[in-house]
């Protein structure tokens, strides 16, 4: 069975590979300055690309993941939710304290620490957010940040099928977050691979349903969800980079939780 996973892994990057070179936008020419700048603005020469997805993810979201969030407020009453999202959140610390260190953030990863140990025991495994309680704030920190901190460039945007907008270096550090978070390691190590996806595809339903009137309302009255989307997702990610130094309020608004996280 991992034979094959592995082998239709190969054979979709592949694809993958084959579309992204077979669908870059022309640049225009440097006799037009003003679309020239506008190209380079946007950091999207896979835009056609970007754009099928962007629609696959669009009609899924309409027949699957919207309705699924619609019933999850449904039949789960606000206290359940909040105990079922403080859970997932809490086992991303771990990752969340491996960047801190890696970024150099010794008092941030002891928040991190701290929280995850606290919420982990006193917390009921996560359930309640005893740590925000005793006056030790969540920060969420991934490894497309942590890239970021090192130097690396953002790199071409992407937009990724299920998971949303990202960017070159911000999917190079999901892979990182996914494989090698300790969590989901230890789940693989134990057989329980399943329940690896599941966390993963959790934090997309919880997501939705904290971002349903969001989304919603943007994707009415955007004369171009996609651009909306894509200066929404870039703004945000140079917010959480720059740990809220910039000011980028409105922008920052715009979602309860980001699609990193959640993506990771």
């Not at 008092?107 to 957010?129: H, K, P």
């Amino acid at each position: 069975m991992s034979v094959i996973i592995k082998k239709s892994s190969i054979l979709l990057f592949s694809i993958a590979v084959l579309l992204l070179i077979t669908s870059c936008a022309k640049r225009p020419p440097i006799t037009d300055p003003i679309a020239r700048e506008a190209y380079d603005d946007a950091n999207d020469p896979l835009e056609p690309f970007n754009r099928a997805v962007f629609a696959f993810n669009t009609g899924f979201d309409k027949i699957a993941l919207a309705p699924a969030a619609r019933l999850y407020r449904t039949l789960g009453p606000p206290v359940v939710r909040d105990g079922i999202s403080n859970f997932v959140d809490n086992w991303k610390e771990p990752i969340t304290f491996i960047n801190d260190v890696l970024q150099a953030q010794p008092e941030r990863a002891g928040t991190s620490l701290s929280r995850f140990l606290i919420n982990s025991t006193f917390g009921l495994f996560g359930f309640l957010d005893t740590a925000s309680y005793w006056g030790i704030e969540e920060h969420k920190e991934d490894f497309g940040e942590t890239f970021a901190v090192w130097g690396i460039g953002e790199g071409f945007y992407l937009v990724l099928p299920f998971l949303g907008p990202s960017s070159a270096r911000d999917f190079s550090g999901f892979l990182v977050d996914f494989f090698y978070d300790p969590v989901s390691m230890t789940l693989t190590n134990h057989g329980l691979t399943y329940v690896r996806y599941g966390r993963l595809a959790m934090r997309g339903l919880i997501y939705r349903e904290r971002n349903l009137e969001t989304l919603d309302d943007l994707s009415r009255s955007s004369p171009d969800f996609y651009t909306t989307i894509r200066s929404a997702y870039r703004q945000m990610r140079q917010y959480r980079v720059s740990n809220g130094v910039l000011n980028l309020d409105d922008e920052d608004e715009l979602f309860d939780e980001d699609l990193d996280e959640d993506m990771e």
